[in-house]
């Protein structure tokens, strides 16, 4: 499966953006999808996950609340839409793909997304 991301951009602490991440193939709906992210200096770190349903989702302690991913089998899309933003979420964004929920590491990525958050 081929991943694209984007959606990221420049926006002020406490607005909103929502990232989209298009996939290629038939097989969208096999795969649990998830995003990441990696800010400067930093390593990568995981966001989210969504089920292939789209029921379950996890995410991480950081983003709880203010985050909440979603995904549309029908259009081969997964979304993060990022509320309440702080500019620790300042980052590029990465979606990811997977086969199993259970999984440590995400096998198929997309090329990133750029989000700045001002303060």
């Known amino acids: 499966v081929q991943l694209q991301a984007c959606g990221g951009g420049l926006v002020q602490a406490g607005g909103s953006l929502r990232l989209s991440c298009a996939a290629s193939g038939r097989t969208f709906s096999s795969y649990i999808m998830g995003w990441f992210r990696q800010a400067p200096g930093k390593e990568r770190e995981f966001v989210a996950k969504?089920?292939?349903?789209?029921?379950?989702?996890h995410y991480a302690d950081s983003v709880k609340g203010r985050f909440t991913i979603s995904r549309d089998n029908a259009k081969n899309l997964v979304y993060l839409q990022m509320n309440s933003l702080k500019p620790e979420d300042t980052a590029v964004y990465y979606c990811a793909a997977v086969r199993r929920w259970s999984a440590k590491e995400f096998d198929y990525w997309g090329q990133g997304t750029l989000v700045t958050v001002s303060s």
């Open positions: 969504i089920s292939n349903s789209g029921v379950d989702t």
